[in-house]
């Protein structure tokens, strides 16, 4: 029964706070409504200037296909490779193409010719991409026969037939709105009634520490519905991209990461003398299980050690989760693994939390 | 003098007394330029395959064969019908199937890649992959170099986006932290009433995350020279000096929190809001900004890691000269004077 | 020339007059008390006069200079003790006033005269960091900080809130070594006999200057603020009626150390139903840790307790059930309203709702509070703040309410309402446990113990205690107690 007076506390003071309220209603929003269009990493807008030693009719109807490409921004001609390559130091160039000097003798008479691309690669996944898109515009010129066999592998891409990045990003920010909104308002919690000194008060009377901890989590529970409610409508609204496996499944993985993120928050909160470090332990935590999540890069790229973490990040469990279903249209059997694991990191996160309050020393 | 100097020793044990941020301080760039370096990467590995064909014979299986061979594709099944393989890959069993005609055998034609396209550059990379592994595509037209990075390490392209990150985070977090908490303390205004100059206080709160930002900006070159073997091709000089451009840039910014935030949670959240999340997002740290809708481009042009970043990318891993970086350097010196002059403007050297 | 001249000076907070009006003077070398309840504007009075507001109407001048164009000459010739000053809590003892001597441009050895009698206290733990210190050896440090300098004007906000009263006495008889240097101070302090110590005090009330005179003159004028009469002492009879009252809290050689240092070392003591039990110290007796360990927040180093029948090392989650308790630190929270606050602790306590609503009107209406039922406990003046807590601290009709300095730094007046609370509370069978630096409010207790370094030095009735050391009153018998302390710290 006490339960009922803490979390009615604990929703006035988050309603009476000056800046809360705003950051639960418009952060979600900010976060769905600008973040697809920046977290795109679509590889595009390729810039390529070409070297032309043959000067030929052939080699200028190569370059006429590269023009034609909406793939790549034609920057022009340079006279010569090292000009090319000052063009790619000053930025004005990503990729280069150098037409060798024999390239229309060697095509009449049958024999392959050899061109050269050279990609800045400080990007490494834009220069591959790149250099692999302008291979292929050079080879269906250069040699059919190649060309032909290429066209017989057909591509069905499922799920996702447009290769939008949107689609793919946007479960995904489910995942950083929870843990921003889930794991570091809490995080600030516990820590805030330490400094205002309102928690020894709380020592001395006979609440159980389940019931103030539990008190604290469910209101950010509540919040999480809210905002993923939010979020799937926005993600319709003004993407027009809905979820493809049942909602409730959803709404399941965004409660369990809401328990993790909340009792993580708490804890930290629990063991920290001064908000900055709080937030600051926070971030760290945040920071290592974001990158190593899965969610900007495949988990199963990485090297064995890293990819080891991930059984024990939940970020990477819900990542995965979300998005077979979401994306994919995966159904319960498809991710009760993820759920298992889920719940059980939860659970022991939320006890953690509970312990890791002291009500006396 | 000999107040300036007790001053900075001061500010210096409240970083040095702080274990845990000092822990974090530290552990951040090492433990992010491991993960950079090693753990985050694009590469096509280990991508699970299933075949599906209705006669595995002596054709199919050479395919097959050549695709479990390269280190790019596992070969996890073989089922029979495509609807079979759309179902593993639906229950995340799988990536990619790999469909065989029936007539594969006889005129070399009729494969078809299913995909999951939910990750649509793994996809096309795939497909890529897939094709060329298939085709044995060795006797290529083209001849592809990959300049400044050839292994295509993404560490290469991160170290100069962390440096950027990390710089402005302890400079200017720490510094418009540590200036509101003597406001909130109280102590602000015994420093105020003192006969020590308002621009003294600033200045020897500032020296302190200075060296802070020094010594973190050593570790990291050093760990991308010598742990992740970044090759540093560019002058050491022109970086340091960018940097320090960059540092007291970042100063100037925390500075400007501090006159606005009122208490430490404030400071907190302003940094993170306002330094923090459009710096990860819109600096080209992690997404490329020619992807970007126009109007994102416009606010990533105010945003000064952008530039630094830039500069850093070229100078440290193209090996460029000063000159071709002069018009970020440039953008940073103004932005520079920009932000101090207003942050000294600001400055109050009252309460109010 | 006078040392200060404030004409006219006027100052508001959007709609909030803190400073209407004000006008006064300070001679070269006086001690000038400015006096008034909490939020009477003596902060922003302060901040003025140190150049660090700027006043919206009105001429301020201080060892004349104008504080709005000469800031700079006024900053290098004051010191400034503001009222929520706290030090460095991660810099030592002696590291804070090393930094605080430089930053004055002097050195702790040339200063050390004029703090002597305060500093050599906390001395031997110079190397301990001021935030492992007790609230009062804190202000302690603070007031070493603020005095190793030597200005020619002391601005001091309240400096010796929350601060024993020999250390109180002590830090009096610096300022009157400083008088002689001929330093003009400012001072400001809800004690009265540090308002008799000041040459001339100005009170101040809702932002006026109500009056400004001698001591005598001003405390006569204003008798009803500053000196209501005394609480009838009726008490002790109405509790001798009960035949043979039970003990509600039992103490045998309890003792709690942290390392080698025994902050509570082997106190005994019983507490009846129904008392008043005056718990006092100096700063660093041991008082809140021994209080600590009654409440079930500490757990005790060796020896027993049993606090309302439960044993106050194993079943210290009972104990809560039946007591209250109200802190040093405001204990309610600023972002809820009165009547949110009220329901909550009577939530935590199991009350239900019908219960709780009835209650909390009856409680409103009894404190003259029903107006501001739904007020946000921030906006409330720090004496409110203070009985509204006390009231909910025994809220639910506890056996023992523990008080740790329930009224530092509240004005007179509200002292003595409070103080008719805790009758109210004493007379309904509810023990009070109650520690303070007040000596008048030691007199209303039925029985005082005093601690000195851990241990139980006396105890007795404020009669017994007077007879038996021979002084006229509590005062007087707390600093003779006080004063055999070898050392000074919890």
Same mark, same amino acid.
């Given at each position: 029964?006490?339960?009922?007076?803490?979390?009615?506390?604990?929703?006035?003071?988050?309603?009476?706070?000056?800046?809360?309220?705003?950051?639960?209603?418009?952060?979600?929003?900010?976060?769905?409504?600008?973040?697809?269009?920046?977290?795109?990493?679509?590889?595009?807008?390729?810039?390529?200037?070409?070297?032309?030693?043959?000067?030929?009719?052939?080699?200028?109807?190569?370059?006429?296909?590269?023009?034609?490409?909406?793939?790549?921004?034609?920057?022009?001609?340079?006279?010569?490779?090292?000009?090319?390559?000052?063009?790619?130091?000053?930025?004005?160039?990503?990729?280069?193409?150098?037409?060798?000097?024999?390239?229309?003798?060697?095509?009449?008479?049958?024999?392959?010719?050899?061109?050269?691309?050279?990609?800045?690669?400080?990007?490494?996944?834009?220069?591959?991409?790149?250099?692999?898109?302008?291979?292929?515009?050079?080879?269906?010129?250069?040699?059919?026969?190649?060309?032909?066999?290429?066209?017989?592998?057909?591509?069905?891409?499922?799920?996702?037939?447009?290769?939008?990045?949107?689609?793919?990003?946007?479960?995904?920010?489910?995942?950083?709105?929870?843990?921003?909104?889930?794991?570091?308002?809490?995080?600030?919690?516990?820590?805030?009634?330490?400094?205002?000194?309102?928690?020894?008060?709380?020592?001395?009377?006979?609440?159980?520490?389940?019931?103030?901890?539990?008190?604290?989590?469910?209101?950010?529970?509540?919040?999480?519905?809210?905002?993923?409610?939010?979020?799937?409508?926005?993600?319709?609204?003004?993407?027009?991209?809905?979820?493809?496996?049942?909602?409730?499944?959803?709404?399941?993985?965004?409660?369990?990461?809401?328990?993790?993120?909340?009792?993580?928050?708490?804890?930290?909160?629990?063991?920290?003398?001064?908000?900055?470090?709080?937030?600051?332990?926070?971030?760290?935590?945040?920071?290592?299980?974001?990158?190593?999540?899965?969610?900007?890069?495949?988990?199963?790229?990485?090297?064995?050690?890293?990819?080891?973490?991930?059984?024990?990040?939940?970020?990477?469990?819900?990542?995965?989760?979300?998005?077979?279903?979401?994306?994919?249209?995966?159904?319960?059997?498809?991710?009760?693994?993820?759920?298992?694991?889920?719940?059980?990191?939860?659970?022991?996160?939320?006890?953690?939390?509970?312990?890791?309050?002291?009500?006396?020393? | 003098?000999?107040?300036?100097?007790?001053?900075?020793?001061?500010?210096?044990?409240?970083?040095?007394?702080?274990?845990?941020?000092?822990?974090?301080?530290?552990?951040?760039?090492?433990?992010?330029?491991?993960?950079?370096?090693?753990?985050?990467?694009?590469?096509?590995?280990?991508?699970?395959?299933?075949?599906?064909?209705?006669?595995?014979?002596?054709?199919?299986?050479?395919?097959?064969?050549?695709?479990?061979?390269?280190?790019?594709?596992?070969?996890?099944?073989?089922?029979?019908?495509?609807?079979?393989?759309?179902?593993?890959?639906?229950?995340?069993?799988?990536?990619?199937?790999?469909?065989?005609?029936?007539?594969?055998?006889?005129?070399?034609?009729?494969?078809?890649?299913?995909?999951?396209?939910?990750?649509?550059?793994?996809?096309?990379?795939?497909?890529?992959?897939?094709?060329?592994?298939?085709?044995?595509?060795?006797?290529?037209?083209?001849?592809?170099?990959?300049?400044?990075?050839?292994?295509?390490?993404?560490?290469?392209?991160?170290?100069?986006?962390?440096?950027?990150?990390?710089?402005?985070?302890?400079?200017?977090?720490?510094?418009?932290?540590?200036?509101?908490?003597?406001?909130?303390?109280?102590?602000?205004? &015994? /420093?105020? $009433?003192?006969? #020590?100059?308002? =621009?003294?206080? !600033?200045?020897?709160?500032?020296?302190? *995350?200075?060296? %802070? @930002?020094?010594?973190?900006?050593?570790?990291?070159?050093?760990?991308?020279?010598? &742990? /992740?073997? $970044?090759?540093? #091709?560019?002058? =050491?000089?022109? !970086?340091?000096?960018?940097?320090?451009? *960059?540092?007291? %840039? @970042?100063?100037?910014?925390?500075?400007?929190?501090?006159?606005?935030?009122?208490?430490? /949670?404030?400071?907190?959240?302003?940094?993170?809001?306002?330094?923090?999340?459009?710096?990860?997002?819109?600096?080209?740290? %992690?997404?490329?900004?020619?992807?970007?809708?126009?109007?994102?481009?416009?606010?990533?042009?105010?945003?000064?890691?952008?530039?630094?970043?830039?500069?850093?990318?070229?100078?440290?891993?193209?090996?460029?000269?000063?000159?071709?970086?002069?018009?970020?350097?440039?953008?940073?010196?103004?932005?520079?004077?920009?932000?101090?002059?207003?942050?000294?403007?600001?400055?109050?050297?009252?309460?109010? | 020339?006078?040392?200060?001249?404030?004409?006219?000076?006027?100052?508001?907070?959007?709609?909030?007059?803190?400073?209407?009006?004000?006008?006064?003077?300070?001679?070269?070398?006086?001690?000038?008390?400015?006096?008034?309840?909490?939020?009477?504007?003596?902060?922003?009075?302060?901040?003025?006069?140190?150049?660090?507001?700027?006043?919206?109407?009105?001429?301020?001048?201080?060892?004349?200079?104008?504080?709005?164009?000469?800031?700079?000459?006024?900053?290098?010739?004051?010191?400034?003790?503001?009222?929520?000053?706290?030090?460095?809590?991660?810099?030592?003892?002696?590291?804070?006033?090393?930094?605080?001597?430089?930053?004055?441009?002097?050195?702790?050895?040339?200063?050390?005269?004029?703090?002597?009698?305060?500093?050599?206290?906390?001395?031997?733990?110079?190397?301990?960091?001021?935030?492992?210190?007790?609230?009062?050896?804190?202000?302690?440090?603070?007031?070493?900080?603020?005095?190793?300098?030597?200005?020619?004007?002391?601005?001091?906000?309240?400096?010796?809130?929350?601060?024993?009263?020999?250390?109180?006495?002590?830090?009096?008889?610096?300022?009157?070594?400083?008088?002689?240097?001929?330093?003009?101070?400012?001072?400001?302090?809800?004690?009265?006999?540090?308002?008799?110590?000041?040459?001339?005090?100005?009170?101040?009330?809702?932002?006026?200057?109500?009056?400004?005179?001698?001591?005598?003159?001003?405390?006569?004028?204003?008798?009803?603020?500053?000196?209501?009469?005394?609480?009838?002492?009726?008490?002790?009879?109405?509790?001798?009626?009960?035949?043979?009252?039970?003990?509600?809290?039992?103490?045998?050689?309890?003792?709690?150390?942290?390392?080698?240092?025994?902050?509570?070392?082997?106190?005994?003591?019983?507490?009846?139903?129904?008392?008043?039990?005056?718990?006092?110290?100096?700063?660093?007796?041991?008082?809140?840790?021994?209080?600590?360990?009654?409440?079930?927040?500490?757990?005790?180093?060796?020896?027993?307790?049993?606090?309302?029948?439960?044993?106050?090392?194993?079943?210290?989650?009972?104990?809560?059930?039946?007591?209250?308790?109200?802190?040093?630190?405001?204990?309610?929270?600023?972002?809820?309203?009165?009547?949110?606050?009220?329901?909550?602790?009577?939530?935590?306590?199991?009350?239900?709702?019908?219960?709780?609503?009835?209650?909390?009107?009856?409680?409103?209406?009894?404190?003259?509070?029903?107006?501001?039922?739904?007020?946000?406990?921030?906006?409330?003046?720090?004496?409110?703040?203070?009985?509204?807590?006390?009231?909910?601290?025994?809220?639910?009709?506890?056996?023992?309410?523990?008080?740790?300095?329930?009224?530092?730094?509240?004005?007179?007046?509200?002292?003595?309402?409070?103080?008719?609370?805790?009758?109210?509370?004493?007379?309904?069978?509810?023990?009070?446990?109650?520690?303070?630096?007040?000596?008048?409010?030691?007199?209303?207790?039925?029985?005082?113990?005093?601690?000195?370094?851990?241990?139980?030095?006396?105890?007795?009735?404020?009669?017994?205690?007077?007879?038996?050391?021979?002084?006229?009153?509590?005062?007087?018998?707390?600093?003779?107690?006080?004063?055999?302390?070898?050392?000074?710290?919890?």
């Amino acid at each position: 029964m006490t339960l009922k007076y803490l979390i009615q506390k604990e929703f006035t003071q988050i309603r009476r706070n000056a800046f809360l309220p705003k950051l639960i209603v418009v952060f979600p929003i900010m976060i769905m409504c600008v973040m697809p269009w920046v977290m795109n990493m679509e590889v595009k807008n390729i810039k390529v200037t070409v070297v032309d030693n043959d000067r030929s009719t052939l080699s200028q109807q190569l370059v006429h296909s590269i023009e034609a490409s909406n793939y790549f921004i034609f920057k022009g001609q340079q006279p010569t490779y090292r000009a090319a390559l000052q063009g790619i130091e000053q930025s004005r160039a990503d990729v280069v193409m150098v037409i060798p000097q024999d390239y229309s003798r060697d095509m009449t008479l049958g024999n392959q010719p050899q061109v050269f691309i050279a990609a800045n690669a400080v990007n490494g996944t834009k220069g591959a991409m790149g250099g692999a898109y302008l291979t292929q515009i050079v080879t269906a010129r250069v040699s059919p026969d190649l060309a032909t066999m290429q066209s017989h592998v057909s591509t069905l891409f499922l799920y996702n037939k447009n290769l939008n990045f949107k689609l793919f990003m946007i479960p995904a920010l489910f995942a950083i709105v929870m843990m921003l909104m889930t794991g570091f308002l809490p995080a600030l919690n516990i820590v805030g009634e330490k400094e205002a000194g309102t928690i020894e008060q709380i020592n001395v009377t006979p609440v159980s520490k389940w019931a103030f901890i539990l008190a604290k989590l469910i209101p950010y529970w509540i919040i999480a519905l809210f905002v993923i409610t939010v979020c799937l409508l926005l993600a319709w609204a003004v993407y027009g991209i809905t979820c493809v496996g049942p909602l409730a499944l959803i709404y399941l993985l965004v409660m369990l990461l809401a328990l993790f993120w909340s009792s993580f928050g708490l804890m930290i909160s629990n063991y920290s003398d001064t908000m900055q470090q709080a937030i600051f332990v926070m971030w760290f935590f945040v920071v290592m299980m974001l990158l190593l999540s899965g969610l900007f890069t495949p988990t199963r790229s990485m090297p064995s050690w890293a990819y080891a973490t991930t059984y024990v990040n939940p970020m990477s469990y819900f990542i995965e989760a979300v998005r077979t279903v979401f994306i994919r249209g995966g159904g319960f059997s498809a991710i009760w693994h993820q759920l298992l694991a889920l719940l059980c990191i939860g659970s022991i996160m939320a006890t953690w939390a509970v312990f890791s309050y002291k009500k006396n020393s | 003098m000999k107040q300036f100097i007790s001053f900075v020793i001061k500010e210096g044990k409240h970083i040095l007394r702080d274990k845990r941020t000092m822990l974090i301080l530290f552990g951040m760039p090492l433990v992010l330029m491991l993960i950079f370096g090693f753990a985050i990467t694009t590469d096509v590995k280990n991508v699970r395959t299933v075949v599906v064909t209705s006669s595995m014979d002596h054709l199919t299986q050479q395919a097959v064969d050549r695709l479990a061979a390269s280190e790019y594709f596992t070969i996890t099944q073989v089922v029979a019908t495509p609807r079979d393989a759309e179902r593993v890959i639906r229950s995340q069993k799988a990536d990619m199937a790999i469909v065989f005609g029936p007539d594969f055998a006889s005129k070399r034609s009729g494969v078809q890649l299913i995909v999951d396209g939910a990750d649509p550059n793994m996809a096309q990379q795939w497909t890529n992959y897939a094709t060329a592994v298939m085709l044995n595509a060795d006797a290529s037209a083209v001849n592809t170099k990959m300049l400044f990075n050839p292994q295509l390490k993404s560490a290469y392209n991160f170290v100069p986006a962390i440096m950027g990150m990390l710089l402005m985070l302890v400079c200017a977090m720490m510094t418009s932290i540590s200036i509101v908490r003597e406001k909130e303390k109280g102590t602000m205004e &015994v /420093l105020l $009433v003192s006969p #020590v100059k308002p =621009l003294m206080i !600033i200045i020897a709160k500032a020296i302190p *995350y200075l060296v %802070l @930002a020094f010594v973190i900006l050593v570790i990291i070159l050093l760990m991308a020279r010598f &742990v /992740l073997g $970044v090759p540093l #091709v560019g002058s =050491l000089f022109w !970086i340091v000096v960018i940097s320090v451009i *960059y540092i007291l %840039l @970042a100063l100037s910014l925390g500075l400007l929190i501090s006159n606005v935030a009122k208490t430490q /949670l404030v400071a907190l959240l302003l940094s993170a809001m306002v330094l923090l999340v459009p710096i990860v997002m819109l600096s080209g740290m %992690l997404f490329p900004v020619e992807s970007m809708p126009r109007v994102l481009q416009w606010i990533s042009a105010i945003i000064p890691p952008r530039y630094y970043i830039e500069a850093m990318r070229k100078l440290m891993i193209m090996g460029v000269g000063i000159k071709e970086v002069a018009r970020e350097v440039l953008i940073l010196v103004g932005m520079l004077a920009l932000l101090m002059a207003l942050a000294l403007a600001k400055f109050n050297k009252r309460l109010e | 020339m006078n040392a200060i001249e404030v004409n006219n000076v006027s100052k508001s907070y959007g709609a909030v007059k803190a400073l209407d009006d004000v006008s006064f003077t300070v001679g070269k070398g006086e001690v000038f008390g400015l006096i008034g309840p909490d939020g009477a504007g003596k902060t922003s009075m302060y901040r003025i006069l140190c150049t660090l507001l700027l006043p919206d109407a009105g001429t301020v001048t201080v060892d004349g200079f104008d504080a709005v164009r000469q800031m700079t000459d006024i900053r290098r010739r004051v010191g400034y003790m503001p009222g929520k000053f706290s030090l460095y809590e991660d810099l030592t003892v002696e590291e804070n006033l090393q930094f605080f001597a430089t930053l004055f441009g002097t050195t702790v050895e040339e200063g050390y005269d004029s703090i002597k009698a305060i500093y050599s206290q906390i001395e031997r733990f110079k190397d301990r960091r001021a935030g492992a210190l007790s609230g009062g050896m804190k202000q302690k440090l603070a007031l070493s900080c603020a005095l190793v300098h030597s200005p020619s004007v002391l601005f001091l906000d309240e400096p010796t809130t929350g601060v024993d009263p020999v250390s109180r006495k002590e830090f009096w008889e610096m300022l009157g070594n400083l008088k002689e240097r001929n330093i003009t101070i400012v001072a400001s302090t809800p004690y009265l006999d540090e308002v008799r110590r000041c040459e001339r005090v100005a009170f101040l009330d809702q932002g006026r200057i109500r009056g400004i005179g001698t001591p005598d003159e001003i405390l006569t004028r204003f008798a009803d603020v500053f000196n209501p009469p005394g609480i009838q002492h009726d008490h002790a009879e109405t509790l001798s009626q009960h035949s043979e009252p039970e003990n509600v809290i039992e103490v045998e050689h309890l003792v709690k150390a942290f390392g080698s240092f025994h902050a509570v070392d082997d106190i005994s003591f019983t507490v009846k139903r129904g008392e008043i039990f005056g718990f006092l110290g100096a700063n660093g007796a041991g008082k809140t840790t021994a209080m600590h360990m009654l409440t079930g927040l500490n757990q005790p180093t060796s020896g027993t307790g049993r606090v309302v029948g439960y044993d106050i090392r194993t079943e210290h989650e009972q104990i809560k059930k039946h007591i209250g308790y109200m802190s040093q630190r405001f204990s309610l929270y600023e972002d809820l309203t009165v009547a949110e606050n009220i329901r909550l602790f009577a939530g935590i306590y199991g009350m239900d709702d019908k219960e709780i609503a009835r209650k909390t009107d009856e409680l409103l209406a009894r404190l003259r509070f029903a107006d501001h039922k739904d007020t946000l406990v921030a906006s409330l003046p720090l004496g409110w703040k203070q009985k509204l807590a006390f009231s909910v601290s025994i809220f639910h009709e506890p056996g023992v309410v523990f008080l740790d300095e329930p009224t530092g730094g509240v004005d007179p007046a509200t002292r003595r309402q409070f103080w008719e609370l805790i009758y109210e509370a004493a007379g309904r069978g509810i023990t009070v446990f109650v520690t303070t630096h007040y000596m008048d409010e030691a007199e209303y207790c039925d029985r005082i113990s005093i601690m000195v370094d851990g241990k139980i030095k006396a105890m007795g009735t404020p009669d017994e205690l007077k007879r038996k050391y021979n002084q006229p009153d509590m005062d007087h018998v707390f600093t003779y107690l006080a004063r055999q302390a070898t050392r000074s710290s919890d």
